[in-house]
């Protein structure tokens, strides 16, 4: 991630509008409210002709200074608006952003100053925009977050009744014409006049421009129900409104448990010690039953610290076993690091990436992709989130629009941008659906399925030597200390036109690697196997040891406290 983008993503975070965020976060949120209301006062004193005339030189540098402030802060704002929402991406999403009710306020209350300087306008009309500021505070004021969120979620109930209740009026209305015309035809000449009278009573018709009130027997009976339909046309929305508020009370209620919950439900995955490596390890998931027992969590509580959280996913453990193995379903929670739109993308400035394009239905996986960067001191992408039905993978490149691929092939592009790089993507084998193979490590290189030459001219290798070389020891070492197998393309092929490496921008070196989840979900070797599979790579690509990683022998909780 470059510096612009680690800046801009720092920016979105500032402006999401919660005062409770990172400590310098809310620094900037309190500057922001503090200079509008600096802002709005100075245009109140500026209405004191005393005040100006003695003070104008001070309040002309507050007006300059807030102006430019907001000028910088809402153009920022327009720019970051695609990371606050994807809504707001490319052109004509900023467009939509700047007509959102706070946009529109922004760019109201801002940009028209400099309007002046270019063209003859009344500067008090300027003033007068800029008191439209102190609407922006409505940002942070959580109680007018919640009515909007309660007026939004009962819309269309009220505009039933208000087409109900105009309906009735415009019907009563007409009655009202044809009773009164007769009787004062005068002032009852068309039937504008009556339904201008009947909606005037809504609003108390402070105008007076409705004054014509009936004098049949008819006419006053319907001025009764339409004193009764004024009363409904605000009682009704009221009542569906307060109904909303209370609802949406509680979702925040029960929003505020469930991330107090996460927290709790985030300490079950204090790292472990790896004893084959000597490595403290998060762990590869947590059980149900354990979040239970150890943490004191019910489950409900457990399933609603997963749906509002973005780090945890449930995932069923019966996914990982053969169908000949016929395991109960088993459910447990998995945590995974993040920090892009579509999961994680670590630069650690090598030659050599792991990228785990499935994380998101393939449970473990990305777990072992993880350590297995993380050892080699390797670039790691993965992808983390998305819709797991109907499933998009991202290891076939389409051009579909699906949330993230984009960024994901950017972030892989410019990790491999030249042709002596290397990707080795990591993917599930012998489980789920598939039989167990004789093999437990299945290595593809975009050949056809059952060709174990390097003679199909659509291979995805451009250094076979040092690949041939490299998959011989590491298979070698396989069978001989841990009694496993290795193959190249005996059961699998990726020699598929939508493979994402024939669309990468440069040919480097790509290799799959399919691996059993025997290995990954349920070997007590897992992360030594990664220890190993990462030394062969180094030795034979970059001709070196793995590097010494300190933080691998720290206890800490979770994945935050390691360096990228």
């Excluded at 024939?502 to 399919?514: E, G, P, Y």
Aim: glycine share 6%; aromatic share 14%.
């Amino acid at each position: 991630m470059t510096k612009i983008q680690t800046f801009k993503q720092e920016l979105a975070r500032v402006f999401d509008d919660n005062l409770h965020t990172k400590q310098w976060h809310n620094y900037v949120d309190y500057a922001i409210i503090g200079l509008i209301v600096l802002s709005t006062l100075e245009v109140f004193l500026s209405t004191y002709d005393g005040i100006v005339e003695k003070y104008g030189l001070w309040l002309k540098v507050v007006d300059y200074f807030t102006t430019a402030f907001f000028t910088i802060e809402v153009s920022l704002r327009i720019w970051c608006a695609d990371l606050i929402d994807d809504k707001y991406k490319g052109f004509w999403g900023r467009v939509r952003y700047c007509f959102s009710f706070y946009g529109l306020i922004d760019i109201l209350s801002t940009y028209p100053f400099y309007l002046h300087f270019f063209m003859p306008m009344p500067y008090v009309a300027l003033k007068a925009l800029r008191i439209a500021r102190l609407l922006r505070v409505f940002r942070y004021m959580k109680a007018f977050n919640v009515l909007s969120r309660a007026m939004r979620a009962k819309k269309d109930e009220m505009w039933v009744s208000v087409q109900f209740l105009t309906i009735i009026t415009l019907i009563l209305s007409f009655i009202l014409f044809f009773v009164e015309h007769e009787a004062q035809p005068e002032v009852y000449n068309n039937g504008w006049t009556s339904v201008l009278w009947a909606f005037a009573q809504y609003i108390g018709d402070p105008g007076n421009f409705a004054d014509t009130p009936p004098i049949t027997v008819t006419g006053r009976i319907i001025a009764c129900i339409i004193g009764v339909l004024g009363i409904a046309i605000f009682a009704v929305p009221a009542g569906l409104i307060g109904s909303a508020f209370s609802e949406v009370m509680e979702k925040d209620e029960r929003k505020e448990k469930a991330e107090g919950w996460a927290k709790t439900l985030h300490l079950a995955f204090e790292r472990k010690l790896d004893r084959p490596t000597g490595f403290q390890i998060v762990p590869r998931y947590v059980s149900l039953v354990e979040a239970q027992a150890r943490l004191k969590l019910k489950e409900d509580e457990i399933f609603d610290a997963v749906t509002n959280s973005d780090r945890f996913r449930l995932i069923n453990l019966s996914s990982t076993a053969t169908p000949e193995e016929n395991v109960s379903d088993i459910l447990a929670v998995e945590l995974y690091p993040l920090n892009t739109s579509y999961g994680v993308c670590i630069d650690r400035g090598s030659n050599i990436t792991i990228f785990s394009p499935s994380n998101i239905v393939d449970p473990i996986i990305g777990w072992w992709a993880y350590y297995l960067a993380k050892i080699g001191g390797f670039n790691y992408v993965s992808r983390e989130l998305g819709e797991t039905r109907p499933y998009c993978s991202f290891y076939l490149y389409k051009n579909d629009g699906v949330p993230g691929r984009e960024e994901c092939m950017a972030d892989l592009n410019r990790l491999l941008d030249r042709s002596d790089k290397w990707i080795f993507t990591i993917l599930a084998a012998s489980g789920g659906s598939e039989p167990a193979y004789p093999t437990q490590l299945h290595f593809t290189y975009g050949a056809k399925k059952g060709d174990e030459t390097y003679n199909d001219p659509n291979i995805t290798l451009n250094d076979i030597t040092t690949f041939d070389a490299m998959y011989k020891e590491f298979a070698a070492l396989l069978e001989n200390k841990y009694a496993l197998s290795a193959d190249r393309q005996r059961y699998h092929t990726n020699a598929s036109a939508g493979y994402f490496a024939r669309h990468l921008q440069q040919k480097v070196n790509a290799v799959a690697l399919r691996i059993a989840w025997s290995v990954t979900c349920r070997d007590t070797r897992a992360i030594q196997l990664a220890q190993e599979l990462a030394a062969t790579i180094n030795r034979h690509i970059n001709h070196t040891d793995n590097p010494d990683v300190p933080e691998l022998k720290v206890k800490d909780i979770g994945y935050e406290g390691y360096k990228q």
